[in-house]
């Protein structure tokens, strides 16, 4: 049985935002709760990661957009590009914590640890673009994993699979034309969520064009609608790309009691996810699979789908057959 490595920092919650605000620092805390019980005891592992260097974050942001957000931060100001971007003193360092841990879990998994690694981070940030915060994104901690691999590991074909709620422009603005990063997203239909992108006609640019697949469900979808994309649309789209790793930008807040989006998933879709993601992982490329945490604003249902979602790797990574544990809400 492969353990979970669930790599996480309590120096997250020194990004602070504001009690009505709903990115605070115990959707990780409650994370951290619901795994530390006895069912867990011998399946997992806290770890803590390392910061990214700038030099690392490079890769994605710019050098000019760094030194703003930096000197927002530190002037005492409460905001960053827009008022739902709220920063503190501390954001601008939990930010280099957040994007390293998605480096720290590459690491292990090139270096021969058996592990699974899930980086339970904040701020999230696949809304975040090379010099634009949105959506509470400051830093794209995907996007600073993707290119980590590439550079520094050498694996080159990268395949992104994003089921936040919301479409993740940022990662999809970082690769879309790059042939070598295939990015997918299932998420709530623009026209009803922000941030207003990921139509299904939006493939990919240049020499990237067919390597980004958007596939927008209307309000109310549920299991059936997700499952039915992934097997008919994300399936093939994988089995011809055949990637060296895969990351998941793993958001929870398509759940049905989420209120930040119309989406209905239920808590038994995030286990079947899993499975799947792990699935293709020891099909393609040997295990190499790594989660980050992305949105997921309702804390008991984020919780339960986190449990889910770790179930689902872990129980697939010994057969089908095994106990697992089901997670409730």
């Known amino acids: 049985m492969r353990r979970i490595e669930f790599i996480t920092d309590d120096r997250y919650a020194d990004h602070v935002t504001d009690a009505e605000h709903p990115e605070i620092a115990d959707r990780v805390r409650v994370l951290r709760q619901r795994l530390a019980g006895p069912a867990w005891q011998e399946r997992l592992r806290f770890a803590l990661p390392r910061a990214a260097t700038r030099a690392e974050v490079l890769r994605v942001h710019n050098d000019n957009y760094l030194l703003r957000l930096e000197e927002t931060c530190l002037s005492g100001r409460e905001w960053f590009g827009h008022t739902d971007n709220k920063v503190c003193y501390d954001t601008y360092v939990t930010t280099f914590l957040a994007a390293g841990a998605?480096?720290?879990?590459?690491?292990?998994?090139?270096?021969?640890?058996?592990?699974?690694?899930?980086?339970?981070?904040?701020?999230?940030g696949h809304h975040a673009e090379p010099s634009l915060a949105l959506g509470f994104c400051f830093l794209n901690n995907v996007a600073i994993a993707a290119r980590y691999w590439q550079q520094q590991y050498g694996r080159q074909r990268i395949f992104i699979i994003d089921w936040d709620a919301h479409h993740g422009n940022g990662i999809q603005e970082v690769f879309e034309q790059d042939p070598d990063v295939f990015y997918v997203s299932i998420h709530e239909h623009p026209t009803f969520s922000f941030p207003g992108t990921g139509y299904a006609e939006d493939t990919?640019?240049?020499?990237?064009?067919?390597?980004?697949?958007?596939?927008?469900?209307?309000?109310?979808?549920?299991?059936?609608?997700?499952?039915?994309?992934?097997?008919?649309?994300?399936e093939p789209a994988i089995n011809a790309f055949a990637p060296e790793a895969i990351i998941v930008a793993a958001g929870f807040d398509g759940h049905v009691l989420d209120?930040?989006?119309?989406?209905?998933?239920?808590?038994?879709?995030?286990?079947?996810?899993?499975?799947?993601?792990?699935?293709?992982?020891?099909?393609?490329?040997?295990?190499?699979?790594?989660?980050?945490?992305?949105?997921?604003?309702?804390?008991?249902?984020?919780?339960?789908?986190?449990?889910?979602?770790?179930?689902?790797?872990?129980?697939?990574?010994?057969?089908?057959?095994?106990?697992?544990?089901?997670?409730?809400?």
């Open 204 to 234: 990919g640019s240049g020499p990237g064009r067919g390597a980004t697949l958007n596939i927008p469900l209307t309000p109310g979808a549920g299991r059936g609608e997700v499952m039915q994309a992934i097997d008919r649309l994300v």
């Open 102 to 124: 998605g480096l720290t879990g590459i690491d292990l998994l090139e270096k021969g640890d058996t592990a699974l690694p899930f980086c339970a981070v904040r701020p999230p």
């Open 259 to 329: 209120d930040m989006s119309g989406l209905a998933y239920p808590t038994e879709l995030y286990e079947e996810l899993g499975k799947r993601m792990m699935q293709w992982a020891r099909r393609y490329c040997h295990g190499r699979l790594l989660t980050l945490l992305e949105g997921g604003y309702h804390l008991d249902a984020l919780a339960a789908g986190v449990e889910a979602y770790l179930t689902g790797i872990q129980q697939t990574t010994f057969g089908d057959d095994s106990p697992c544990i089901s997670p409730t809400i």
